[in-house]
Every structure is written in C-alpha cells, then in structure tokens.
C-alpha cells in the first residue's frame, strides 16, 4: 500500500520519533555543564511593623517584617544553550512554636537567557515581600537568610538548587517597631 | 466507505474492533501505571494560562512527581481549589511546617505542611484564588504534584480540542475510521 495517507503518515511518524531523540539528547546535554554559581548577602536592616492586614483578611493586626540587604551574585554557570530562564529568590527560615520550621521567599527576579548581564550587584535593597507569619508573629524568633536557584531548560528537566556560602548568620527580628541594625 | 466496510468477513471486522479496544486500553493502563509510579492522580498536565510566563507558556507540557512530599519553597506545584475544575500551576512562596499531632505522626512520614503559592507572572499571591477565608493550600490534601520535567508547546493539541468541541469530534471520528478501516 503506498498511498498518500500512509506516507503521509510514515513521514509524520518519522518527524515525531526525529524530535523525540532530538529532545531527549538537548535535555541530556544539560547535565554536562557543571553549576555553580556565587552569591553573598549582607543584611543592612529588619523591622517588624504591626498593621491590618490588606483587603481579603480579617481586621485583626499583623505583624511584618521588612528586611534590607546587599546582594552579590554571579549566575553565569547556570547558562547553557537549553537554558531558557532562571529564577533567583532569597528566602528566610526560621523556627516556631506552633508551626517548627518557617521557610518565605522575600525576594525573587527572573533573569532570561537573553539578559545581557548574568551577575547581580544589588545595594540595600527592600525586600519585595514583606514576611507575614502564619501565626501573625514574627518578634524575637531567629532567621537567617539563603539565595537559591531554579533553572528552566527549554526541554527538560528542571534544575534546583542553593548557594551554600550564601547563608547568612542567624539574626534576630526586633519586637515591633524597634529597629536592628545587624 | 460503507462499502468498504462490507467488504470484510463479520470475523476481520471483530478483529479490526478488537485492536481499536487494545489500542485503547493500553494508552489507558500507561497512564494508570504512571499515576502510580509517581503517586500523581494527572501526573502529566498542560498549561493553561499565562500566569507563569515566560517559564511557562500556554500548551506546555509538564511532568509533575508526588512522592516525598516535603516541598520546598521556590518548587513548582499543581493543586487543585475545592470548587474549582481547573488545577492551577504556581510557584510555592511560602512554607509552614506545623508539629504533627501525636495520631498523626504514626500513621504518615511527613508533618502536615501548608503552602502560600505565587504565578511568577502575577502581582499578587495566590490568596484571592483559594476558596475564600483559605490562606494556605494543604501539601497533601491539595496539591497533586510537583512539576520535574518540561516539554514546550506539544500539549496546544489538548487545548485546541477542549476549546474547540468540533475539532474533536472530528479528530476521534477521523481516527476510528483509520482504526476500523486499516487492513494488515
């Protein structure tokens, strides 16, 4: 039988195995790069203020904590050509009674493949999200802050990761309103 | 056509719907085998806003893994809302592990653990999309999986067939037809 419909379909077939292979090798290759990428961070400033939450919550006050820092970073081992993006985020961990281990992102930037520029130098900078716990209290427990990585290939698998040296000594949040220089 | 469908023997044609069946099945039993392999009910899902452009576009294809349920922030999840159809792809922003009860902590590994999520492409968090009153979306009564692996584009298929009724229609008649019509 070689009529148009069956070659048509070996030839769709033929496409769909090509790219499947194609695809599997572009997403094996990506192993091969090693990642390891630099970061440092210094706190300039934590503050925790009590306000009413916004809009959807309850009227009852919150507390939230607002951090400043420095950051210095150099993301360039993380490129490769099935690189699409990477997302940065620096996150602070801290304990608790109720809840033992707290983990929120404060800040967070996307940076493509096609940015010109792969390193970081940010100069006391507010965090993007103010940390609000989910018991509505922050004061006096320890935190420490940690930068972290996530790369998207343009097919594959996704790379997660930390900079170890990145984590910062453990510092304290004030009790509302005063202010800690760290 | 018709003719061409009387010109078999009762017996090929019992054949030829036999193999549609298996072929069937079999698509079927891959995917159960999947759901199971990684502890996912939909361990493959396609992505179906812009909210996390531009990791993500609409038609995407991700694969998601549910075993070890001790996510991270900054990892991708799927969960589904109580009252909504469509499972949701955002980023966990924040993580809450609270002490298991003492029942609790015989019967499952990992301490109850709440999550507050974030499209990367979106301004706000995800608290306006969870059923009012919810803060948190729950690891393990919500969230069906994490996203491993990517794949662009090749899922616009499913999209085009659910937004597009007749296309399906045509598609799964045009398809049958092969099926029954093929002769080895």
Same mark, same amino acid.
């Given at each position: 039988?070689?009529?148009?419909?069956?070659?048509?379909?070996?030839?769709?077939?033929?496409?769909?195995?090509?790219?499947?292979?194609?695809?599997?090798?572009?997403?094996?290759?990506?192993?091969?790069?090693?990642?390891?990428?630099?970061?440092?961070?210094?706190?300039?400033?934590?503050?925790?203020?009590?306000?009413?939450?916004?809009?959807?919550?309850?009227?009852?006050?919150?507390?939230?904590?607002?951090?400043?820092?420095?950051?210095?970073?150099?993301?360039?081992?993380?490129?490769?050509?099935?690189?699409?993006?990477?997302?940065?985020?620096?996150s602070?961990?801290?304990?608790?009674?109720?809840?033992?281990?707290?983990?929120?992102?404060?800040?967070?930037?996307?940076?493509?493949?096609?940015?010109?520029?792969?390193?970081?130098?940010?100069?006391?900078i507010?965090?993007?999200?103010?940390?609000?716990?989910?018991?509505?209290?922050?004061?006096?427990?320890?935190?420490?802050?940690?930068?972290?990585?996530?790369?998207?290939?343009h097919?594959?698998?996704l790379?997660?990761?930390?900079?170890?040296?990145?984590?910062?000594?453990?510092f304290?949040?004030?009790?509302?309103?005063?202010?800690?220089?760290? | 056509?018709?003719?061409?469908?009387?010109?078999?023997?009762?017996?090929?044609?019992?054949?030829?719907?036999?193999?549609?069946?298996?072929?069937? !099945?079999? @698509?079927?039993?891959?995917? #159960?085998? %999947?759901?199971l392999?990684? $502890?996912?009910?939909?361990?493959? /899902? *396609?992505?179906l806003?812009?909210?996390?452009?531009?990791?993500?576009?609409?038609?995407?294809?991700?694969?998601?893994?549910?075993?070890?349920?001790?996510?991270?922030?900054?990892e991708?999840?799927?969960?589904?809302?109580?009252?909504?159809?469509?499972?949701?792809?955002?980023?966990?922003?924040?993580?809450?592990?609270?002490?298991?009860?003492?029942?609790?902590?015989? !019967?499952? @590994?990992?301490?109850?653990? #709440?999550? %507050?999520?974030?499209?990367? $492409?979106?301004?706000?968090?995800? /608290? *306006?999309?969870?059923?009012?009153?919810?803060?948190?979306?729950?690891?393990?009564?919500?969230?069906?999986?994490?996203?491993?692996?990517?794949?662009?584009?090749?899922?616009?298929?499913?999209?085009?067939?659910?937004?597009?009724?007749m296309?399906?229609?045509?598609?799964?008649?045009?398809?049958?037809?092969?099926?029954?019509?093929?002769?080895?």
């Amino acid at each position: 039988m070689h009529s148009s419909l069956v070659r048509l379909q070996q030839v769709f077939g033929f496409l769909t195995t090509v790219s499947f292979i194609l695809a599997s090798i572009i997403a094996l290759t990506s192993y091969t790069y090693p990642m390891n990428p630099t970061a440092s961070i210094k706190i300039n400033d934590v503050a925790v203020v009590k306000r009413r939450s916004g809009g959807y919550y309850s009227t009852r006050q919150n507390e939230y904590a607002n951090v400043k820092f420095d950051l210095n970073a150099d993301f360039e081992s993380l490129y490769n050509w099935n690189t699409k993006q990477i997302f940065v985020w620096i996150s602070a961990t801290y304990g608790g009674d109720r809840y033992p281990t707290n983990e929120a992102v404060i800040w967070d930037k996307i940076i493509p493949a096609a940015a010109p520029s792969k390193k970081l130098t940010l100069k006391n900078i507010k965090a993007k999200y103010n940390i609000h716990d989910i018991t509505g209290e922050y004061a006096h427990r320890n935190a420490t802050l940690k930068l972290s990585w996530n790369v998207q290939p343009h097919v594959g698998v996704l790379m997660w990761g930390g900079v170890g040296e990145s984590i910062t000594k453990s510092f304290v949040f004030p009790s509302e309103k005063a202010r800690n220089a760290v | 056509m018709l003719s061409a469908l009387s010109a078999y023997q009762p017996r090929q044609l019992l054949a030829q719907v036999l193999n549609f069946g298996l072929i069937l !099945s079999t @698509a079927f039993m891959m995917w #159960k085998s %999947l759901s199971l392999v990684t $502890n996912s009910p939909s361990p493959i /899902v *396609v992505v179906l806003s812009g909210s996390m452009e531009p990791a993500f576009q609409r038609g995407d294809l991700l694969f998601l893994w549910n075993r070890g349920v001790d996510t991270q922030v900054g990892e991708i999840v799927v969960f589904n809302i109580q009252g909504k159809s469509i499972p949701i792809v955002h980023r966990a922003l924040r993580k809450h592990v609270s002490r298991p009860s003492a029942k609790q902590s015989k !019967s499952r @590994a990992y301490p109850p653990l #709440k999550l %507050l999520t974030k499209g990367d $492409n979106n301004a706000q968090d995800d /608290v *306006v999309l969870y059923t009012p009153g919810q803060h948190y979306i729950d690891r393990e009564k919500e969230v069906i999986g994490s996203v491993k692996a990517y794949v662009p584009f090749v899922g616009y298929v499913t999209i085009l067939l659910s937004e597009h009724p007749m296309v399906k229609t045509v598609v799964l008649g045009i398809m049958g037809l092969f099926v029954i019509l093929q002769r080895e």
